[in-house]
């Protein structure tokens, strides 16, 4: 056992350590900020050249593959929004794409040969690191708390949380303040085990690496787009739960008003068509 793990005890694996400049009386990872722009331009670049091909006109009106991706992406994100919300929201759903896109480069960025040493990484996967996964998970439960409360009012929003009984209180207000937590550990964890795996992989002698490795990567991508995909979609789910009961109450309430309106219109029509069969003349 001992021989076993010698070349454990004597590999150098770092882990959780980030290159880190000091600003303003912060501590700045600087390599996850990087990586992270990076993604963020890939994102913006993936935006233009779609756009660019959904209004490019060509003669035999073939989509392209990158037209196809992103159509399928966005149907599927729409039909989410719609069937959570009840309809394809103006903001919810254009955000959940966005996170989408951005959170699968910034996993597949761990896949990319950017290590040139043992303590420079120069792309490591940003969702590594817990900053910018709270980070993400911050602005999405204040978008879903500023649209609860949009949506309900300031009283109807909070009142949720005296449901079904007062006395749950101040459990239904630890979920709300855990969600962002387990939504930010939830995706680093995944990403950071990834990354540890292919510093496992690397200790590895050279000529029987590649096969774990390409495997492993492979594999890597896939738990990549997995959870781009979960975190879009429990983002969806929590706008969902903050505006539950908004909809329904101002469905049947359209339902009712339409309701009356077409009662009136039954007995304004019968009205008039009473009052236009002729008057009987009585015989002399």
């Known amino acids: 056992m001992t021989g076993l793990l010698l070349p454990m005890a004597s590999s150098d694996i770092k882990i959780g350590e ?17 990586s992270s722009l990076v993604a963020a331009v890939l994102v913006l670049l993936l935006g233009f050249l779609a756009v660019r091909a959904l209004t490019r006109k060509t003669e035999d009106h073939v989509p392209t593959k990158l037209q196809l991706l992103w159509e399928a992406v966005v149907g ?20 959940a794409v966005a996170l989408f896109f951005f959170i699968l480069f910034c996993n597949w960025l ?21 900053n910018l996964t709270y980070a993400l998970a911050a602005v999405t439960m204040v978008s879903v708390w500023v649209y609860g409360i949009r949506q309900k009012g300031m009283k109807g929003y909070f009142k949720h949380f005296l449901e079904p009984f007062p ?11 855990i969600k962002p937590v387990t939504l930010a550990l939830r995706l680093f964890g995944n990403i950071f085990a990834g990354g540890i795996m292919l510093a496992l992989i690397g200790l590895i002698p050279l000529y029987a690496m590649w096969a774990p490795n ?7 991508a896939v738990i990549g787009v997995i959870q781009a995909f979960i975190f879009a979609l429990l983002t969806v789910l929590y706008f969902a739960m903050a505006g539950a009961g908004h909809e329904d109450h101002a ?5 009712h008003r339409r309701q009356e309106l077409d009662d009136t219109d039954d007995a304004r029509g019968h009205a008039e068509a009473a009052s236009a069969e002729p008057t009987p003349v009585p015989a002399h």
């Open 167 to 177: 006395v749950l209180l101040p459990l239904n207000i630890l979920e709300e303040l």
């Open 251 to 255: 469905d049947d309430a359209e339902g």
């Open 110 to 130: 761990e896949l990319l040969p950017t290590q040139v040493n043992e303590g420079t990484h120069l792309l490591p996967a940003p969702t590594a690191d817990t």
């Open 18 to 34: 980030h290159t880190e400049r000091d600003w303003f009386g912060f501590t700045v990872n600087i390599d996850t900020v990087i």
């Open 214 to 220: 390409i495997l492993w990567k492979a594999f890597d």
């Open 76 to 95: 599927q994100v729409n039909k989410q929004v719609e069937d959570n919300l009840g309809k394809v929201h103006p903001y919810v759903a254009p955000l």
